[in-house]
């Protein structure tokens, strides 16, 4: 079967950072994508890494260890703006792209 | 088009009616996925298209559950004898091709079964 965990909420100040974990077991493994989603709005992409290591992307980061079956998506200078739910995403197969959802993690940012 | 439209955005539909989703993908692009999102949940996969070749159907719920992609194209997903577990939203997502991992959604159908 397939699995995705990441925390349910997190709540943080603005200004803070945040990080959200996700652990994943799944058949199989080719990359580990982040998707942002706002209240009523589409998920939209944000982050993909298919090797170990950091990326990153203005405020956001995100990172992967295979070896460990564990990545994480690093919020910086947080803004009300980045209140929303957060997905990671496991693309499980090579050549047919089918992608597995985790069940998200809603970022509350207070002021 | 600029991006995947989705129709209907919104649907209220009575139990054992069935139902009609409509995705329109980015132009070009050759993959095409449905996911299921229930209220405060996660995104469900349900079935997924790539070019011309047999679709993954692996996780549409029951056999209640079609869909097709016309053309390489425009994709229905109908639900067959609507059940109150149905309500929920049908997203739509394209990708330009097999090696590319930027999946892009549509808005939604909001589908609720009273």
């Known amino acids: 079967g397939q699995s995705l965990e990441q925390p349910s909420e997190v709540t943080a100040v603005e200004g803070a950072i945040v990080q959200i974990n996700c652990t994943y077991q799944t058949s199989g493994f080719y990359g580990l994508s982040w998707y942002q989603q706002h209240d009523g709005g589409a998920p939209t992409f944000l982050s993909y890494n298919g090797l170990d290591g950091l990326e990153e992307t203005g405020r956001f980061s995100s990172f992967l260890s295979r070896s460990d079956s564990y990545g994480y998506l690093l919020l910086q200078e947080l803004q009300m703006k980045d209140s929303a739910s957060y997905f990671c995403a496991v693309r499980v197969t090579d050549s047919w792209g089918k992608f597995q959802f985790g069940a998200g993690t809603q970022v509350v940012v207070t002021p | 088009g600029a991006g995947v439209s989705q129709s209907p955005s919104n649907k209220v539909t009575e139990k054992g009616k069935d139902v009609e989703l409509r995705c329109d993908p980015i132009?070009?692009?050759?993959?095409l996925y449905w996911y299921r999102q229930s209220l405060g949940q996660g995104l469900e996969f349900l079935i997924y298209f790539q070019g011309n070749s047999a679709p993954d159907k692996s996780g549409l719920p029951s056999d209640r559950f079609s869909a097709e992609r016309t053309g390489g194209s425009v994709s229905t997903l109908t639900i067959q004898r609507t059940q109150q577990e149905d309500s929920a939203v049908y997203l739509c997502?394209?990708?330009?091709?097999?090696?590319?991992?930027?999946?892009?959604f549509g808005a939604g159908s909001r589908l609720t079964v009273l």
């Open positions: 997502a394209s990708r330009t091709g097999s090696g590319a991992n930027v999946l892009t």
């Open positions: 132009s070009g692009h050759t993959a």
